[in-house]
């Protein structure tokens, strides 16, 4: 063979599939979900007042309540199915059942298992953030609907 030939350099590896699509599109529908679950509690808050005129006279719990709290809980399930294939985990049924039964102390569980240590906090303070957050939206629906229906607002007894 002649060594004057330029020899070509070898061809490189293919490189790896990469997931980056795949995780961009389950970060845009865990974002939807978070985004559904204040539009849900908004809504839900002004159907309410709007059935249930004399409610803040006599609270009780009410169908649209009942109905707003199992959408509620849905679409929770939808973001957690959605993180759990994110990070290529399945969850427990026992923790399926506490999540239904106390989400307030199982989510931050869940949340606290499948992070890396240092990678925990934000998770679990952005829970608490968006229960804190559909709570306001809520009573924000809530009192714009009594305000626009001319709902008298709730008074304490004894004033």
Not at 8 to 27: F, Q, W
Not at 32 to 47: N, P
Not at 67 to 73: E, F, G, P, R, Y
Not at 109 to 128: M, S, V
Request: charged share 10%; net charge neutral; no cysteine.
């Amino acid at each position: 063979m002649n060594d004057d030939t330029p020899q070509l350099p070898p061809a490189p590896p293919p490189p790896p599939p990469s997931p980056g699509p795949a995780i961009e599109v389950i970060e845009r529908q865990k974002a939807s979900t978070i985004a559904a679950m204040l539009g849900a509690s908004l809504v839900f808050s002004i159907l309410n007042v709007a059935l249930n005129p004399d409610l803040a006279q006599q609270p009780s719990i009410t169908g649209t309540q009942l109905i707003a709290n199992v959408t509620l809980m849905l679409l929770g399930f939808r973001w957690l199915h959605l993180d759990s294939a994110q990070l290529e985990i399945r969850r427990p049924i026992w923790l399926n059942v506490g999540i239904i039964l106390l989400a307030i102390v199982f989510v931050p569980y869940y949340l606290y298992k499948t992070r890396q240590p240092g990678a925990r906090q934000a998770p679990i303070l952005g829970f608490f953030g968006l229960v804190v957050a559909i709570t306001v939206v809520s009573a924000v629906g809530g009192v714009l609907m009594m305000a626009f229906s001319g709902t008298p607002a709730p008074t304490s007894p004894g004033i």
